[in-house]
């Protein structure tokens, strides 16, 4: 099923996220993080932080903290499925660090296809900013939909 | 904080990460806050057509970070991004590498682009990238 190409700049509600010590552990440990820069307080601020950073890639989650993460593909019709994650970017403008509140805000900047459609690629922008309204990045996202069709819709 | 020590055609020192396990799976799926099913369900997966749960993209990305975080303090890194190319299969082995490609100087600023990779043990590529660090203090 085809993406709805008015979607194109359509912009999903903020999303805020209170970054907390804790959420940043259990980041650390997922991603099997050594550095204690990214746990221990002490040693972040003896490096010259003034609480623990967020690390580069824990920015990409804030704006799937609502109730139904996965909403916006439901809303274009997207099956949960068919979908993989195709590219990621990141451009960093400041550091945040545990304790802040970052707001994240995700409009939809392309629909495209190739393989007569058999793949779409939807390209997502967000701004990434701290309670401040300092902007700390800005992420781009291409997610690819495996559409699959049947028999008929071939034919 | 000095000056970096990079020069063109320098490699990062690589890092391996232990085979991934489908514990790591569902702590990075709690931890990224990337709920997505298909990575910690194997009946979800089955049902969109694969054989098992597979690694979240995210999650190389994250390893690739800390690459890049531990060859340089994450301030100086202006940006980062990343291609997914091949799926990473439960019990892959991720090895993050990178290497200088270039350095150039903007606004009195020396900046080096890295170009940066996920390889599994058996030499499948899962991940391309590329990140611009700054090399001197701004």
């Known amino acids: 099923m085809a993406v709805d190409r008015a979607a194109i700049g359509r912009e999903s509600a903020p999303v805020t996220l209170h970054i907390d010590a804790g959420r940043l552990r259990f980041f650390a440990k997922a991603i099997s993080e050594t550095d204690p820069i990214y746990t221990d307080l002490d040693a972040a601020k003896n490096a010259g932080h003034p609480n623990l950073p967020v690390p580069p890639t824990f920015l990409f989650g804030i704006s799937l903290e609502v109730p139904d993460p996965f909403e916006s593909f439901t809303e274009l019709g997207i099956d949960l499925g068919t979908v993989l994650h195709g590219s990621q970017r990141f451009t960093y403008h400041a550091l945040a660090y545990a304790g802040d509140d970052l707001t994240m805000r995700t409009r939809i900047a392309d629909v495209y296809e190739k393989k007569s459609g058999l793949l779409e690629f939807l390209v997502q922008e967000s701004t990434i900013t701290n309670q401040d309204g300092t902007l700390i990045a800005v992420a781009e996202n291409t997610v690819v939909i495996r559409n699959r069709f049947d028999k008929q819709e071939q034919a | ?138």
Request: hydrophobic share 40%.
């Open chain 2, 1 to 138: 904080m000095t000056s970096l020590d990079l020069e063109v055609s320098s490699q990062l020192t690589p890092l391996e990460v232990a085979p991934i396990s489908r514990t790591t799976l569902a702590l990075f799926a709690g931890a990224s806050g990337d709920h997505n099913p298909i990575h910690v369900d194997i009946d979800v997966a089955r049902a969109s057509g694969f054989d098992d749960v597979f690694a979240q993209g995210m999650l190389s990305m994250a390893y690739l970070g800390r690459l890049l975080t531990q060859s340089v303090p994450q301030e100086r890194i202006r940006s980062y991004g990343v291609r997914f190319s091949s799926i990473t299969p439960v019990h892959g082995q991720p090895t993050c590498t990178g290497v200088v490609r270039s350095i150039e100087e903007v606004d009195g600023v020396r900046l080096a682009v890295l170009d940066l990779q996920v390889a599994l043990a058996d030499g499948t590529v899962t991940l391309q990238g590329d990140a611009v660090v700054e090399l001197d203090e701004e």
